[in-house]
């Protein structure tokens, strides 16, 4: 079989489906917390706690999410390629 090399380009916007928030949607992640505080050394200095839970939540929300079609598409993508680097882009 002639298997492909590929790149896919992908951001946040993949996972809403599943339920994941985004950053940056009306109702995302940065609406209810300060990009600096919860994202920055200095967010880190002032209050590790804060930092810690507010990416322990993500992780407990990933944990408990389901693949969508997209994650679906992505692995079966994988399968049939040589190679797939896949890129995620979250600003």
Do not use: C
Not at 3 to 29: C, N, P, Y
Not at 47 to 52: D, F, G, H, S
Request: charged share 25%; no cysteine; net charge positive.
């Amino acid at each position: 079989m002639n298997r492909k090399k590929i790149v896919v380009l992908t951001g946040a916007g993949i996972s809403a489906e599943s339920g994941i928030a985004t950053f940056r949607d009306a109702d995302g992640l940065w609406e209810g917390h300060d990009v600096m505080e919860v994202a920055s050394p200095e967010g880190w200095r002032k209050n590790p706690a804060l930092v810690l839970d507010f990416y322990n939540q993500r992780r407990k929300n990933a944990h408990t999410a389901e693949p969508n079609p997209g994650h679906l598409a992505l692995a079966e993508l994988k399968k049939n390629t040589r190679l797939l680097l896949l890129l995620l882009h979250k600003t």
